[in-house]
Every structure is written in C-alpha cells, then in structure tokens.
C-alpha cells in the first residue's frame, strides 16, 4: 500500500561521467543548464506539456525563477528557482522547488504524488561532472531514509500486472560511451511505462553540466 516518509534527505556526490587523462583545451568551454521542473504527459487524449520551468544556461540567463501554478490536470507546482554560472573552466547549476502535488493517477486508482521540497545540481571538472540532489518529504510511495542513485519504485495497478507510473528519485543520466557530461533529475516519474492510458514524463529538478560543451572532448589518449 503507498505510504509517505517522514524526512528525507540526501546529499549525494556522484563522481560519474569522468574522461580519464583528458587535458582540457584553451578553446574548449564548459557548459550547462537547469530547470525547476517539467511536464510532457498525454492523458485520456489531453496532451499537457510546460518546458523547462524557470530554466537557467550558464550562457544566460543566469537566474530564472517561477511561480509555479497548476498544469492542466495533471500536476501543481510550487515556487521554483534556479542559478547557473561559469568562472574561469568551472560551470554550475543549481535547480530547486517546493510543494509539487500531482493526482493524475489518482484517475486509473493511483496515489496522488507529493514532494514537499527538491534541490539538484551539478558542476564540472576538468575531465567530467559531479552532481548532487536533496530531497524532502516525500507522499504517495514508501522511500528509504537514504536514498542511492537512480532509486526507483514502480507503483502497481495497471492491466495484467503492469504498472501506473515508475517514480526514480535521485536520477542520474549520462551518455553511452560517457562523454564527461551527465544530467541529474530530483524526481522522474514515467507514466504507464509498459503502455496504457496515459503516457509522458514528469521531471522535479534537473541540472545538466558537460565540461567539454563547446568545443568537444578531446579524445582520451591511446593506449
């Protein structure tokens, strides 16, 4: 039976998407990019879709804020804020928001969905990007009080086994081969992953940094 957890927080240092014995070039500029939030889901034939929400790019604007709001029938978002910046060979991003309910499972027998607040970020390095996510009270599903990366729970209730929706807290996303680049989500819930009713995506903070945006990786050495 879906439940709610109390507090939870978590401070999670990923050292992912790291190039081995790459040296950065002169011409070669680190980048990213946040977003308070997002929704592209389809739903009993309404198609509801926001774009990133309060998105920030280390190219400017730096800063972006939203007042949130509720997003056809599907979602409501509170206030939500991000910050992205570069000095000298290091960007960061930093994306947050508070008070995310969304019921639209509740339609198909679902939990509604809670997020009391959400924070994530990331920066890079000089051969690749660290990212970070916090996390706070959290309604509708049973999560531990330490949360790994890419934790996910599939909420049960769909046809002949399948599930309503996939909830991955503390998500991280990275290129196949790596690149040194990644993208972390806070939360990510995928509707009816297996197929049914509704379909899309909800996104609670992402942050994306890549230390070789422009410009390219340079090739790691041959050994």
């Known amino acids: ?3 709610k957890h109390g507090r939870v927080l978590m401070v999670t240092a990923l050292a992912l998407a790291v190039l081995p014995g790459v040296a950065r070039a002169d011409q070669v500029t680190s980048t990213g990019w946040g977003a308070s939030g997002s929704v592209d889901v389809l739903a009993d034939g309404e198609h509801v879709t926001t774009g990133d929400l309060a998105r920030c790019d280390a190219d400017g604007p730096v800063t972006a804020r939203s007042d949130g709001g509720k997003t056809g029938d599907v979602a409501v978002f509170g206030l939500g804020g991000t910050t992205c910046g570069r000095k000298d060979a290091v960007t ?13 499972l509740k339609r198909y027998g679902g939990p509604v ?9 990331c920066s890079t390095t000089q051969n690749g990007s660290t990212g970070d996510v916090s996390i706070g009270t959290v309604e509708g599903i049973t999560v531990p009080s330490s949360i790994p990366a890419n934790y996910r729970v599939a909420i049960p209730g ?6 309503l929706a996939t909830v991955t807290l503390n998500e991280t996303v990275t290129p196949q081969p790596a690149d040194g680049s990644l993208v972390t ?10 197929g049914g009713p509704a379909s899309g995506d909800i996104y609670l903070g992402t942050a ?6 422009k410009g390219g990786a340079p090739a790691p050495p041959q050994s």
Request: hydrophobic share 40%.
């Open 208 to 213: 994306a940094c890549n230390p070789f945006g």
């Open 185 to 194: 989500h806070a939360v990510h819930i995928q509707l009816f992953p297996q």
């Open 113 to 121: 969905l809670k997020v009391r607040t959400y924070s994530v970020g």
């Open 92 to 104: 960061t991003v930093q994306a947050g928001g508070q008070r995310f309910e969304s019921d639209v």
């Open 158 to 163: 769909g046809a002949a086994g399948t599930a």
């Open 1 to 3: 039976m879906p439940g």
